[in-house]
C-alpha cells in the first residue's frame, strides 16, 4: 500500500434513485480494474445481503478498493456503493464523509427523480465533486438528451461534462474512470502526522470481534499498534488491517488517504461507535465531527413471539444495531405481548428491511406492531391548534414531461401506504422522497378502546380528530372479527373522552333453554328465557374479556385497507 502516495489515491461514492443502476456500474467498475474475474454472474456483487438480492436494493454501504494505471500512473481507487431509497440515506451520508467525489447516476429512461435530488444535495452540501453519469442509454426509450437538460436545469452541471454510458453492456465505462481520476481531487492529509481514523461502518463477526471500516485522515495504522478509542477512551492493539476487495485482504500497513479495515479486538458490540476517532497511544488528536444522529421517522414495537426467546432476541438486535446505527432502541413492555422494546426507524422500507435481516441473519422471529409516528404534547387548555393535513409549498416543471412537487405533509399521513398508493396510482412512474421539517401544532385526539367499558391500554392511539370516526369504527370490526365469543354480550366501542364515537356488539353464545318446552303455556318458556337473560347480565358484569394474544397481534399489526 506505500506505493501508492495521496495525490493517487481517489475515494468516491456511486449515488442514485434506487433501481438506476448503481450496482451494475459498480460490478462493471471492479471488473474494469481487474479486482474480480469477469463472469456472467457477476451481478450485486457489493449487495451482500440476503435481503439485498432478493429485493435487488442496495440495504449497507459497501467499499471495495480497486487499482487501476492511467496514462502509465498506478492510482487506487476507493468506491463506496451506496443505497438509492429515501429511508437509507443515513448510510449515504456516511459513506460520503469517507469521499471526495460523487459519480451520479441517472437512469436515461426514467430521468431525474427524487431520490436524484435528494442525494445530489447531500453530495453538494458536503463540497463534493460531482460527475453526472446517464445509464441504460441502450434502452429502447432513453433519451439521454433531455436527461442531459433537466441535469443541467436542477443542478446547474453543463451538459459537456455529462458522460452517457450502459453498465449492463459495459459501453463507455471506462470513461467513467478515467474522469474519476481527472475531476475527484486526492484526499487532503498527510502521512507525516499522526494517525487519525473515521470509523464509518462496522460489522460484527462472531470469531474476530468488530470490525471497523475506517477512512484514515493522517499517519498509518499497522499490526501491533496501539490505539485510542475517542470516544470511549479505550485502548486496543491492532490485530489485523487490511482494505476490501470487496472482501477482507489483509495488508501489512494503511496510510493517509486510504479507506480499509481494522480489527483490534474489541469484544462488545457498544465499543466500535459509528462516527468515532481512533489515534495513537500517547498521540492524543482533536477527534473528527462524526456524524449527526439519524432521526428516526417511524416507530415500532418489536417482541419475542416466545418469552424464553428474550435475551437471544436482545443479542442479534444489539449486533444488528451496530451494522445499522440509524436504528434507535429503548426497552418497553405490554400487558398482552410481555416484555420487548420501541424501535425508531428513517421509514417503512428500513422497518421492513431490519425485520427481514433478524430473521434471515440471526433466525429471530420477532412481532413487529403497526408504525407509528412520534408526537410531541403540550398540556394546556388552551385553544391553540389549527391544522390541514398537506400544504402545497412548491412546483416546478423540470420539463415538458415531469413536474417537482413540494409538500408539507403530516408524516402519519404518508406513513402506511402513501408510497404504495403513489407507485399504484402513477404506474411506477411517480417517485417520493421526503425529509424531516420539524413539530407543528394539530389537531389531535387519544382514542380508547373499551371492552365492556373497560379501557384496553395497548389499543389506546393518538390520531387527528378528522379521522377518528373512521378509524375507531375500523378498529371495532377487526376487533369483534378477532376476539372469540363468550358466554355473555361485549361490547366493542372506541372513545373520546367519555364520547362513544363506534360500537360494535359480540353476540352471545346462547344455550337453547326453551328446547325442552313443548306445547303448554307460553310463561313457563318466557320465565326460562328471562333467567337466562339476567344470568347473562350478571356473567357480563363479573366476567372478564381476555383478549387472546394473536387477536393483538392481528389489531396491532393491521394493515390499513387501500
Same mark, same amino acid.
Given at each position: 500500500?506505500?506505493?501508492? !502516495?495521496?495525490?493517487?489515491?481517489?475515494?468516491?461514492?456511486?449515488?442514485?434513485?434506487?433501481?438506476?443502476?448503481?450496482?451494475?456500474?459498480?460490478?462493471?467498475?471492479?471488473?474494469?480494474?481487474?479486482?474480480?474475474?469477469?463472469?456472467?454472474?457477476?451481478?450485486?456483487?457489493?449487495?451482500? =445481503?440476503?435481503?439485498?438480492?432478493?429485493?435487488?436494493? @442496495?440495504?449497507?454501504?459497501?467499499?471495495?478498493?480497486?487499482?487501476?494505471?492511467?496514462?502509465?500512473?498506478?492510482?487506487?481507487?476507493?468506491?463506496?456503493?451506496?443505497?438509492?431509497?429515501?429511508?437509507?440515506?443515513?448510510?449515504?451520508?456516511?459513506?460520503?464523509?469517507?469521499?471526495?467525489?460523487?459519480?451520479?447516476?441517472?437512469? $436515461?429512461?426514467?430521468?431525474?427523480?427524487?431520490?436524484?435530488?435528494?442525494?445530489?444535495?447531500?453530495?453538494?452540501?458536503?463540497?463534493?465533486?460531482?460527475?453526472?453519469?446517464?445509464?441504460?442509454?441502450?434502452?429502447? %426509450?432513453?433519451?439521454?438528451?433531455?436527461?442531459?437538460?433537466?441535469?443541467?436545469?436542477?443542478?446547474?452541471?453543463?451538459?459537456?461534462?455529462?458522460?452517457?454510458?450502459? $453498465?449492463?453492456?459495459? @459501453?463507455?465505462?471506462?470513461?467513467?474512470?478515467?474522469?474519476?481520476?481527472?475531476?475527484? #481531487? !486526492? !484526499?487532503?492529509?498527510?502521512?507525516?502526522?499522526? =494517525?487519525?481514523?473515521?470509523?464509518?461502518?462496522?460489522?460484527?463477526?462472531?470469531?474476530?470481534?468488530?470490525?471497523?471500516?475506517?477512512? *484514515?485522515?493522517?499517519?498509518?495504522?499497522?499490526?501491533?499498534?496501539?490505539?485510542?478509542?475517542?470516544?470511549?477512551?479505550?485502548?486496543?492493539?491492532?490485530?489485523?488491517?487490511?482494505?476490501?476487495?470487496?472482501?477482507?485482504?489483509? @495488508?501489512?500497513?494503511?496510510?493517509?488517504?486510504?479507506?480499509?479495515?481494522?480489527?483490534?479486538?474489541?469484544?462488545?458490540?457498544?465499543?466500535?461507535?459509528?462516527?468515532?476517532? *481512533?489515534?495513537?497511544?500517547?498521540?492524543?488528536?482533536?477527534?473528527? #465531527?462524526?456524524?449527526?444522529?439519524?432521526?428516526?421517522?417511524?416507530?415500532?414495537?418489536?417482541?419475542?413471539?416466545?418469552?424464553?426467546?428474550?435475551?437471544?432476541?436482545?443479542?442479534?438486535?444489539?449486533?444488528?444495531?451496530?451494522?445499522?446505527?440509524?436504528?434507535?432502541?429503548?426497552?418497553?413492555?405490554?400487558?398482552?405481548?410481555?416484555?420487548?422494546?420501541?424501535?425508531?426507524?428513517?421509514?417503512?422500507?428500513?422497518?421492513?428491511?431490519?425485520?427481514?435481516? =433478524?430473521?434471515?441473519?440471526?433466525?429471530?422471529?420477532?412481532?413487529?406492531?403497526? #408504525?407509528?409516528?412520534?408526537?410531541?404534547?403540550?398540556?394546556?387548555?388552551?385553544?391553540?391548534?389549527?391544522?390541514?393535513?398537506?400544504?402545497?409549498?412548491?412546483?416546478?416543471?423540470?420539463?415538458?414531461?415531469?413536474?417537482?412537487?413540494?409538500?408539507?405533509?403530516? *408524516?402519519?399521513?404518508?406513513?402506511?401506504?402513501?408510497?404504495?398508493?403513489?407507485?399504484?396510482?402513477?404506474?411506477?412512474?411517480?417517485?417520493?422522497?421526503?425529509?424531516?421539517?420539524?413539530?407543528?401544532?394539530?389537531?389531535?385526539?387519544?382514542?380508547?378502546?373499551?371492552?365492556?367499558?373497560?379501557?384496553?391500554?395497548?389499543?389506546?392511539?393518538?390520531? %387527528?380528530?378528522?379521522?377518528?370516526?373512521?378509524?375507531?369504527?375500523?378498529?371495532?370490526?377487526?376487533?369483534?372479527?378477532?376476539? !372469540?365469543?363468550?358466554?355473555?354480550?361485549?361490547?366493542?366501542?372506541?372513545?373520546?373522552?367519555?364520547?362513544?364515537?363506534?360500537?360494535?356488539?359480540?353476540?352471545?353464545?346462547?344455550?337453547?333453554?326453551?328446547?325442552?318446552?313443548?306445547?303448554?303455556?307460553?310463561?313457563?318458556?318466557?320465565?326460562?328465557?328471562?333467567?337466562?337473560?339476567?344470568?347473562?347480565?350478571?356473567?357480563?358484569?363479573?366476567?372478564?374479556?381476555?383478549?387472546?394474544?394473536?387477536?393483538?397481534?392481528?389489531? *396491532?399489526?393491521?394493515?390499513?385497507?387501500?
Amino acid at each position: 500500500m506505500s506505493t501508492y !502516495p495521496v495525490e493517487n489515491i481517489r475515494n468516491f461514492s456511486i449515488i442514485a434513485h434506487v433501481d438506476h443502476g448503481k450496482s451494475t456500474l459498480a460490478d462493471r467498475l471492479l471488473e474494469i480494474t481487474g479486482t474480480i474475474a469477469k463472469t456472467a454472474h457477476n451481478k450485486q456483487v457489493l449487495d451482500k =445481503l440476503q435481503v439485498e438480492r432478493e429485493r435487488g436494493i @442496495t440495504v449497507k454501504a459497501q467499499s471495495a478498493s480497486l487499482f487501476y494505471n492511467h496514462e502509465g500512473v498506478n492510482y487506487l481507487l476507493n468506491l463506496i456503493d451506496t443505497p438509492g431509497h429515501v429511508d437509507f440515506s443515513y448510510e449515504v451520508s456516511r459513506s460520503l464523509s469517507a469521499c471526495q467525489g460523487v459519480i451520479l447516476v441517472v437512469d $436515461a429512461n426514467e430521468g431525474i427523480q427524487a431520490q436524484t435530488v435528494a442525494n445530489f444535495y447531500l453530495a453538494f452540501e458536503a463540497q463534493l465533486a460531482v460527475i453526472p453519469v446517464i445509464n441504460k442509454i441502450d434502452l429502447k %426509450h432513453a433519451d439521454p438528451e433531455r436527461v442531459e437538460k433537466q441535469i443541467e436545469k436542477l443542478f446547474d452541471i453543463p451538459i459537456d461534462e455529462c458522460v452517457r454510458i450502459s $453498465a449492463k453492456q459495459g @459501453t463507455n465505462v471506462e470513461k467513467v474512470l478515467q474522469k474519476i481520476i481527472e475531476k475527484i #481531487p !486526492p !484526499p487532503q492529509c498527510n502521512t507525516a502526522d499522526p =494517525l487519525k481514523a473515521l470509523v464509518f461502518d462496522s460489522t460484527f463477526d462472531h470469531y474476530r470481534g468488530v470490525i471497523a471500516n475506517i477512512a *484514515l485522515f493522517g499517519g498509518e495504522i499497522q499490526k501491533g499498534h496501539k490505539i485510542v478509542s475517542a470516544h470511549t477512551k479505550k485502548r486496543y492493539e491492532v490485530n489485523e488491517v487490511g482494505i476490501l476487495t470487496p472482501n477482507e485482504q489483509p @495488508t501489512h500497513k494503511l496510510y493517509a488517504g486510504q479507506v480499509g479495515y481494522v480489527i483490534a479486538g474489541m469484544k462488545e458490540v457498544t465499543e466500535a461507535q459509528i462516527g468515532d476517532t *481512533l489515534f495513537l497511544y500517547k498521540q492524543p488528536v482533536e477527534p473528527l #465531527p462524526g456524524f449527526k444522529s439519524a432521526k428516526p421517522m417511524v416507530f415500532a414495537g418489536m417482541y419475542p413471539v416466545d418469552q424464553t426467546e428474550y435475551n437471544n432476541l436482545k443479542s442479534a438486535l444489539e449486533k444488528l444495531t451496530l451494522n445499522d446505527s440509524s436504528v434507535t432502541i429503548h426497552r418497553d413492555s405490554s400487558l398482552a405481548l410481555g416484555a420487548g422494546w420501541r424501535l425508531g426507524f428513517l421509514g417503512l422500507l428500513h422497518m421492513e428491511v431490519f425485520n427481514q435481516r =433478524l430473521e434471515q441473519e440471526y433466525n429471530m422471529s420477532v412481532i413487529l406492531t403497526a #408504525p407509528t409516528v412520534p408526537y410531541k404534547a403540550i398540556l394546556s387548555s388552551a385553544k391553540l391548534i389549527k391544522d390541514r393535513r398537506a400544504v402545497q409549498k412548491d412546483m416546478l416543471y423540470i420539463d415538458e414531461q415531469r413536474v417537482m412537487l413540494k409538500y408539507l405533509f403530516p *408524516l402519519n399521513e404518508i406513513v402506511l401506504d402513501f408510497y404504495d398508493a403513489l407507485k399504484s396510482l402513477s404506474s411506477g412512474y411517480a417517485s417520493f422522497d421526503y425529509e424531516d421539517a420539524g413539530y407543528q401544532a394539530a389537531d389531535l385526539i387519544k382514542m380508547d378502546i373499551l371492552l365492556n367499558g373497560n379501557p384496553v391500554e395497548e389499543l389506546a392511539t393518538i390520531i %387527528h380528530s378528522d379521522k377518528a370516526y373512521a378509524t375507531g369504527k375500523l378498529l371495532c370490526e377487526r376487533l369483534k372479527d378477532a376476539i !372469540p365469543r363468550q358466554l355473555f354480550e361485549i361490547a366493542i366501542q372506541a372513545a373520546i373522552g367519555k364520547r362513544i364515537i363506534a360500537r360494535e356488539t359480540l353476540k352471545a353464545y346462547r344455550k337453547n333453554v326453551v328446547a325442552k318446552c313443548y306445547g303448554g303455556d307460553i310463561t313457563r318458556r318466557m320465565k326460562l328465557l328471562k333467567r337466562q337473560a339476567e344470568g347473562k347480565k350478571l356473567m357480563r358484569k363479573i366476567g372478564n374479556v381476555e383478549v387472546p394474544r394473536d387477536a393483538f397481534i392481528r389489531v *396491532l399489526k393491521r394493515e390499513p385497507d387501500k
